[in-house]
């Protein structure tokens, strides 16, 4: 899922892909693309994957990140500052951590077990450095327990691994202990930033004062899975707090949320109220706190949620901010991409038909531009065109997928795919879009496209 972008272990993406199959209230529609066809898109989808992956490997490992236009990597302090965005880096191997689980799911068996071994050999968590707890939670943590949650399925079915005892479940934890002073406010709600040597420091204390809903709200999924493979209460406990500080914010008469609020006091700084970057993800971990535990707490949070947005936000396929006490008023003209994993949310609540609405006008934007821009308008022009070859749009079309069997997203997923090998291809991997007016590219290859983009097509 954008700042979002959402991780999922591998033992929610089993339970998602369960409640995805229960949602379906379509028949299921014999697919009219040849098997043939299918076959060679899944074999394309492998060769662009290793393309980006083995370029990253030779020329950025043991980097955060591979450059794809300089071919070489990305560390932390070596590179001009590109502001916020640095905040993902944390000097980790971020993106052979985040792609652990993409290599289990192609079935390259004896690569996995190649990336635990150089993960276990190389990354390193005590860095001098101010992170993201918002990122490193989902990249870091969530590809430590997802990759944990593979070896252990690949050991016990004597595939891979056969020597795993537990070692990225044990990285795992050392990463939560770095992450867990974030948590010591009045408010339960963590700072944005964290230095993972030193933790909260003086300097972060007295500047980082307000976070996202997102950033506060995107916890519960790692770290209960933490918890509950760890038999350590205090991950899940830290991160249950924030959520349910968070639902004791919501504007009491219409359920909605804003998109920043004071981390000491609580106080709304960001009185916008929509479903894309800066409260996306959430949304989706309310629901998605009850895929993984069954807590029925949950699932009434986010129904209330979900009625709220259908009602106020919703505004046929369009997904329009509005302002949280005022939400007849609508807060801006644009839409922004990180929204695109809307559809896909509503395919688990098993809300169907809005979300092939709202997929389907997503799939207009795609069309007119290649890619969906960072934002766009409401009568889909490009109001900012950068692209970072995100995989939220590629997420909906899968659970609509599944849920229907309808070919027309096999369709759609090969559109994506024939637009990446064309526009964002380069010599050393896939290149963000820097401008989809002009077409021109970015020097930066986010471990997300290996990581998801590529997951979801294949």
């Known amino acids: 899922m954008g700042a979002s972008r959402v991780e999922l272990s591998g033992l929610v993406v089993i339970l998602t892909c369960i409640l995805v199959a229960k949602s379906s209230q379509q028949a299921q529609p014999t697919s009219k693309m040849d098997p043939t066809e299918i076959k060679a898109l899944r074999a394309k989808t492998l060769e662009m994957f290793y393309h980006a992956y083995n370029s990253y490997m030779e020329n950025a490992y ?55 071994r150089n993960v276990l050999r190389d990354a390193r968590f005590d860095a001098d450095t101010v992170v993201s707890v918002f990122e490193t939670n989902i990249r870091i943590l969530g590809g430590l327990l997802g990759g944990h949650v593979a ?4 050991k016990r079915r004597k595939l891979s691994v056969l020597w795993y005892q537990g070692e990225l479940l044990t990285m795992a934890k050392q990463v939560g202990d770095r992450l867990l002073p974030a948590f010591n406010t009045t408010t339960g709600i963590p700072y944005p930033r964290i230095n993972m040597k030193h933790g909260i420091t ?63 006091n609580g106080d709304w700084v960001r009185r916008e109220s929509g479903v894309g970057a800066g409260i996306d993800s959430y949304y989706e971990y309310v629901l998605k706190g009850y895929v993984l535990l069954g807590d029925q707490t949950y699932l009434a949070r986010f129904n209330k949620h979900y009625d709220a947005v259908m009602r106020y936000i919703s505004q046929g396929p369009l997904l329009v901010d509005v302002h949280m006490h005022k939400p007849t008023s609508t807060a801006r003209n644009f839409m922004d991409s990180l929204l695109a994993f809307w559809p896909g949310l509503q395919v688990l609540v098993g809300d169907i038909g809005p979300a092939v ?31 970072p070859l995100r995989p939220e749009f590629l997420e ?34 896939f290149a963000a879009i820097k401008d989809l007016k002009k077409g021109t590219h970015e020097d930066q290859m986010d471990s997300f496209v290996l990581a998801e983009t590529f997951k979801y097509l294949y």
């Open 62 to 116: 043991p980097a955060d990140e591979l450059m794809p236009l300089s071919c070489r990597g990305r560390y932390r302090g070596s590179e001009p500052s590109r502001g916020d965005i640095d905040d993902t880096l944390g000097n980790f191997t971020l993106t052979l951590i985040d792609t652990l689980d993409t290599l289990a799911v192609l079935g390259d068996v004896e690569g996995f077990e190649k990336a635990v």
């Open 151 to 154: 070896a252990t399925y690949l």
């Open 202 to 264: 003086a300097r972060l204390a007295s500047t980082s004062r307000d976070t996202c809903t997102s950033c506060a709200g995107t916890m519960i999924l790692e770290f209960a899975a933490l918890s509950r493979l760890t038999g350590i209460s205090v991950y899940e406990e830290k991160a249950r707090k924030a959520m349910d500080y968070l639902w004791a914010q919501r504007h009491r008469s219409n359920n909605l949320m804003g998109m920043v609020l004071n981390i000491h």
């Open 357 to 387: 609405e709202t997929h389907e006008m997503l799939y207009q934007v795609v069309q007119r531009h290649n890619f969906l821009p960072e934002a766009f308008t409401t009568d889909f022009r490009v109001h900012w065109g950068h692209h």
């Open 396 to 429: 909906s079309t899968y659970f609509l997928y599944k849920a229907t069997s309808d070919p027309h997203y096999l369709e759609v997923g090969k559109k994506v795919l024939e637009n990446l090998e064309k526009h964002a291809r380069v010599d050393c991997g």
